[in-house]
């Protein structure tokens, strides 16, 4: 059983930046890659990054070169700053792993970009 808690979403202006935490419950949670996704209102949840178990990540074009995912396992947290901040990024972001075939959300945590 894993669980994932999300946090560090706000409201900011356009430009600024944030940085997401999601910490998991378990060990088998550093040999799992993880995935930030989010959800805006009226759209289909979509994958912004994700990071594999040894560091290899892979981003969404839309926030390619402004958000850097990030893994501490020593802490079994997954970070993902988010620089540059657009009207667009306004979303519930979620992070997710599967675990033994299981997959795993956390309950998401509101980002508002909103001058």
């Known amino acids: 059983q894993v669980q994932l808690v999300e946090s560090g979403g706000g409201l900011v202006q356009p430009g600024e930046s944030l940085r997401l935490s999601c910490a998991a419950s378990?060990?088998?949670?550093?040999?799992?890659?993880v995935g930030w996704y989010r959800q805006a209102p009226g759209k289909q949840r979509e994958l912004v990054a994700r990071i594999t178990r040894r560091g290899d990540t892979n981003y969404s074009d839309s926030v390619k070169g402004r958000f850097t995912i990030s893994r501490d396992n020593a802490k079994n947290t997954v970070y993902l700053q988010m620089n540059s901040l657009k009207f667009e990024d306004t979303a519930v972001y979620y992070c997710?792993?599967?675990?033994?075939?299981?997959?795993?959300w956390g309950q998401g945590t509101q980002v508002t970009v909103s001058s």
């Open positions: 378990g060990s088998i949670f550093s040999s799992a890659a």
């Open positions: 997710n792993t599967v675990v033994w075939e299981v997959d795993y």
